[in-house]
């Protein structure tokens, strides 16, 4: 399954790479785009675990920068 969610409060390119590198990491991420200047997420991963990969997505985002948020 492949999603795109709006960013709000992104920062900065630096940040967007580095939650970028870290939701890469999440155990069923296929791939995934965070762009800063679109402010976007494009997430593709496993469609029977596409909720709880969502989920680790949106705590390594708030890890990184805690005030962005991400529109569902």
């Not at 590198?21 to 494009?42: H, L, P």
């Not at 708030?62 to 962005?68: A, F, R, T």
Request: net charge negative.
């Amino acid at each position: 399954m492949k999603k795109t969610y709006k960013l709000e409060d992104l920062d900065c390119a630096n940040c967007a790479a580095k939650m970028e590198r870290a939701i890469a990491e999440i155990e069923g991420v296929k791939r995934v785009t965070v762009s800063f200047m679109a402010q976007k997420m494009v997430l593709e991963a496993d469609d029977e675990r596409f909720d709880e990969i969502l989920q680790n997505a949106v705590k390594c985002i708030k890890k990184v920068e805690p005030d962005c948020k991400v529109v569902m």
